[in-house]
């Protein structure tokens, strides 16, 4: 076996390793500030949601940014059409119904503002993408407290907290560049 190629080798997996732990690194401390300033980000479902994604592995704070607002647009997304698989069911009570419509309502503008935000984050509009982001949050908190104040038991519940929180990390990060 030839000496340099093993010592090459080594060194190449030591900068490799060393490349991985510095991104991960960045995922940890941004999710450890945005738990810090966001009583409502956990830092476990922050990172666990920003390492999810593929491209966050080789990003800085600024492509987290975007990464976590594709992340919402992705909930979003699958909450819609989670929804309109619910409103299929021919026999939902009208009140059921009610709500799950206006859900749906909120969650498809979510989407369309979402895509904006991503725009305006694109463009270092940061005060725009800040503004569409938290009207996320909203409709994510407005969708639940519709089932609420109808005293019916949300089948919504989880996805409303997912889009709640992954708009708390977009907007946290926002806030740290802008």
Known sequence: ???NFSFFSLLLFFISFLAITA???II???CRKCARNDPNIYYSFCVASLQASPDAHSANLRQLGIIS???TRVNVTDTRHYIKELL??????PN????LNDCLDLYSD???TLKQAIKDYKSNHYEDANIAVSSVTDASTTCEDGFKEMGIVSPLTGRNNNTFELSAIALSIINMLH
């Open 69 to 71: 607002l594709k992340l």
């Open 23 to 25: 991104t991960d690194l």
């Open 28 to 30: 940890q401390e941004t």
């Open 110 to 112: 979510a989407n369309s």
């Open 96 to 99: 059921f119904r009610a709500c």
């Open 88 to 93: 299929k069911n021919k026999r939902l009570d």
């Open 1 to 3: 076996m030839n000496p």
